[in-house]
């Protein structure tokens, strides 16, 4: 089946960056959307920013400016760009993907959730 793996997690400084990576493995016909969710303690998990395979993006209101996603089809890798980071991003950031696996020559719609990494942003 699908699964999302997640990369680039970590520990930065208010005001620092990180990008997360996510690449989908096991798709045997195509990814559709994509994106990125994250969840802090005591919250609700939130959208952060979608991408649909044709680019057309998506952000949550919170990170608007700030954060860029992007996408590579060719290598099915979704990539969160997140620049002046603040206390309050921290949370742990999960990777979402909606895709259609053909499986013995049938069409099967599949959402995926990667496992989660930790982004904390802290002095």
């Known amino acids: 089946q699908v699964q999302l793996v997640e990369s680039g997690g970590g520990s930065v400084q208010p005001g620092g960056s990180l990008r997360l990576s996510c690449v989908a493995s096991q798709v045997s016909f195509r990814v559709n959307d994509m994106g990125w969710y994250r969840q802090a303690p005591g919250k609700e998990r939130e959208m952060v920013a979608t991408i649909s395979s044709g680019y057309d993006t998506k952000y949550g209101d919170s990170v608007k400016g700030r954060f860029i996603i992007s996408r590579d089809n060719g290598k099915n890798t979704v990539y969160l760009q997140m620049n002046s980071l603040k206390p309050e991003d921290t949370a742990v950031y999960y990777c979402?993907?909606?895709?259609?696996?053909?499986?013995?020559?049938?069409?099967?719609?599949?959402?995926?959730w990667g496992k989660g990494t930790l982004v904390i942003v802290s002095s």
């Open positions: 979402h993907a909606e895709t259609e696996t053909l499986d013995n020559g049938d069409l099967h719609a599949l959402e995926t």
